[in-house]
């Protein structure tokens, strides 16, 4: 009785997996940036969540200062980490047309 549309659902569920896959990938070779401390440091950040390239500008660093530094660097690190978290939902919601399905049904 309900065989054909569960069918259908199915296939429609298998197209999206396969869709969500591709995505995933796409998502892993982008990168993002981040900075922080007026530009001082900068991070590039991939889709696999690996820092990729860290710049600091020279004048950034003052021995007498380390404690600024590092508070620079996590900084700019957590925000290219945050971007890409968004990036990454944004994407995937083009997808799924703004359903909100739960972390890892794909």
């Known amino acids: ?3 054909g549309n569960m069918g ?3 296939k429609q569920v298998q197209k999206m997996q396969k869709q969500m896959a591709k995505m995933q990938e796409e998502i892993q070779e982008k ?5 922080s401390g007026g530009g001082m440091v ?5 889709g696999k ?3 990729v390239s860290l710049t600091i500008d020279p004048e950034a660093v003052d021995p007498e200062d380390v404690e600024m530094l590092q508070d620079m660097i996590l900084a700019a690190v ?6 890409m978290d968004e990036l990454s939902a ?3 919601k083009k997808l799924t047309g703004g359903m909100n399905l739960p972390p890892g049904l794909f």
């Open 31 to 35: 990168v993002v940036e981040a900075t």
């Open 8 to 10: 259908n659902m199915m």
């Open 90 to 92: 944004s994407e995937m």
């Open 78 to 83: 957590n925000e290219g980490l945050r971007k």
């Open 49 to 51: 969540k690996e820092m």
């Open 42 to 46: 900068r991070v590039e950040v991939n």
């Open 1 to 3: 009785m309900y065989g």
